[in-house]
């Protein structure tokens, strides 16, 4: 672009302590345009450099392993992973481990979507024949043969349930404790199905960037993959909101979306459901409540009464008193009891409301310690929504 600068971006990257080689620091710089193509030959002549100086090998002879880069459910296909072999060489019909997945590499393709037999050492490929859809950074490596592959898989997956199981409880018991300590925080629970695996990570990072100390936003399940029952049920359980992005529901999900109804929203654009999320985090936040004025009472006489208990003689200096009013009442300039108006009378009559510079008789609910001197605030309390 006409406007590039690459001083400013040099200048960005010395704030990090990244400071480039013609700036006196020790990281290599190279210019590159993605619009023209220049320095394109330049960035792979200095990864060649960079590889030497750090004497970067691989064995290719071993068995493969590697790095998954992100995958995706393929319609017709089934299971799209997309590695980086980090050493070794990965070939058609090798038994894999991936996470906590097993499967046999049906095909290989690579960077172009061009079918290929092996792959070796820092070879960006795809491969089909996974069982289930892994995730982003999840290690993968070869071993002899399916029935060892599905072991390790097995063995890892029951580790997994009983994390979570184990988790579930332990958490639990955590976030008790935990929103005693912090004041009763709450959370928004969140299950999350997508189209491929990055953007569900697009996704939770867009929504973990949403601002707010007083809710928190938990993920109880991110996957790639259609809503299944398992979903609605994780959800019922724990009391979560699911979030699917640009994937469907199966039938088993809309049975049990019947049974037990939860809400389910639907999206295309991250924006959508980050939006929503914000709403919902702001609907959980606690109001702010506002006091206002509306009337000081001062205390001339005191009465005890059998049947009404006792009941205050007053005056109003300012404002007006309303029945059944939030009051402050007053001794020495200090709150001595907060509460509410049970009675509100003139004269013998029960009224709704006293001005300004008239006398009304007045009892305060679970308060009979009330004195002559002792002032009476009422106010009202206005509860406004809280913002994000």
Same mark, same amino acid.
């Given at each position: 672009?006409?406007?590039?600068?690459? %001083?400013?971006?040099?200048?960005?990257?010395?704030? &990090? %302590?990244?400071?480039?080689?013609?700036?006196?620091?020790?990281?290599?710089?190279?210019?590159?345009?993605?619009?023209?193509?220049?320095?394109?030959?330049?960035?792979?002549?200095?990864?060649?450099?960079?590889?030497? $100086?750090?004497?970067?090998?691989?064995?290719?002879?071993?068995?493969?392993?590697?790095?998954?880069?992100d995958a995706h459910l393929s319609q017709g296909k089934g299971t799209m992973a997309a590695?980086?072999?980090?050493?070794?060489?990965?070939?058609?019909? %090798?038994?894999? @481990?991936?996470?906590?997945?097993?499967?046999?590499?049906?095909?290989?393709?690579?960077?172009?979507?061009?079918?290929?037999?092996?792959?070796?050492?820092?070879?960006?490929?795809?491969?089909?024949?996974?069982s289930e859809v892994p995730a982003a950074g999840d290690i993968f490596y070869a071993v002899e043969d399916e029935k060892q592959a599905r072991d390790i898989?097995?063995?890892?997956?029951?580790? $997994?349930?009983?994390?979570?199981?184990?988790?579930?409880?332990?958490?639990?018991?955590?976030?008790?404790?935990?929103?005693?300590?912090?004041?009763?925080?709450?959370?928004?629970?969140? @299950?999350?199905?997508?189209?491929?695996?990055?953007?569900?990570?697009?996704?939770?990072?867009?929504?973990?960037?949403?601002?707010?100390?007083?809710?928190?936003?938990?993920?109880?399940?991110?996957?790639?993959?259609?809503? =299944?029952?398992? %979903?609605?049920?994780?959800?019922?359980?724990?009391?979560?909101?699911? $979030?699917?992005? &640009?994937?469907?529901?199966?039938?088993?999900?809309?049975?049990?979306?019947?049974?037990?109804?939860?809400?389910?929203?639907?999206?295309?654009?991250?924006?959508?459901?980050?939006?929503?999320?914000?709403?919902?985090?702001?609907?959980?936040?606690?109001?702010?409540?506002?006091?206002?004025? +509306?009337?000081?009472?001062?205390?001339?006489?005191?009465?005890?009464?059998?049947?009404?208990?006792? +009941?205050?003689?007053?005056?109003?200096?300012?404002?007006?008193?309303?029945?059944?009013?939030?009051?402050? @009442?007053?001794? =020495?300039?200090?709150?001595? &009891?907060?509460?509410?108006?049970?009675?509100?009378?003139?004269?013998?009559?029960? +009224?709704?409301?006293?001005?300004?510079?008239?006398?009304?008789?007045?009892?305060?609910? =679970?308060?009979?310690?009330?004195?002559?001197?002792? @002032? $009476?605030?009422?106010?009202?309390?206005?509860?406004?929504?809280?913002?994000?």
């Open positions: 672009r006409k406007e590039a600068d690459q %001083d400013r971006v040099k200048k960005q990257l010395a704030v &990090h %302590d990244l400071s480039s080689e013609d700036w006196g620091g020790k990281v290599g710089v190279v210019g590159v345009s993605a619009v023209t193509g220049e320095g394109i030959d330049a960035l792979l002549e200095r990864i060649l450099l960079e590889a030497e $100086i750090l004497e970067l090998k691989a064995n290719p002879a071993k068995k493969a392993s590697g790095i998954v880069i590695l980086i072999v980090q050493s070794g060489t990965l070939k058609e019909g %090798d038994a894999v @481990v991936v996470g906590p997945y097993a499967g046999r590499v049906k095909a290989l393709f690579d960077g172009h979507g061009r079918p290929i037999k092996e792959a070796g050492p820092s070879t960006p490929i795809e491969i089909l024949g996974l898989a097995a063995t890892r997956q029951e580790k $997994i349930k009983h994390e979570k199981l184990a988790g579930t409880a332990r958490v639990s018991l955590e976030e008790l404790y935990s929103q005693i300590q912090q004041g009763d925080i709450k959370e928004l629970r969140v @299950v999350i199905k997508g189209d491929v695996q990055g953007s569900i990570e697009a996704l939770k990072e867009s929504l973990a960037k949403i601002p707010t100390n007083e809710v928190k936003l938990r993920f109880m399940h991110a996957a790639v993959g259609d809503v =299944n029952a398992s %979903d609605v049920i994780l959800a019922v359980a724990s009391q979560a909101i699911i $979030i699917a992005f &640009h994937v469907k529901i199966d039938p088993k999900a809309k049975q049990e979306l019947e049974k037990t109804p939860v809400d389910l929203r639907e999206y295309r654009i991250i924006y959508d459901a980050v939006d929503d999320v914000k709403k919902a985090l702001e609907g959980l936040l606690a109001p702010r409540l506002k006091r206002h004025f +509306v009337g000081r009472v001062e205390i001339r006489n005191v009465f005890k009464l059998s049947r009404s208990g006792v +009941v205050a003689g007053c005056y109003v200096q300012k404002g007006k008193v309303r029945n059944k009013s939030q009051v402050d @009442v007053l001794r =020495n300039g200090e709150v001595a &009891h907060t509460g509410h108006i049970s009675t509100l009378k003139r004269f013998k009559d029960d +009224v709704k409301e006293v001005a300004e510079g008239f006398e009304c008789g007045i009892t305060v609910a =679970n308060f009979d310690q009330i004195q002559v001197g002792d @002032v $009476i605030e009422a106010f009202e309390v206005e509860s406004i929504a809280r913002k994000l």
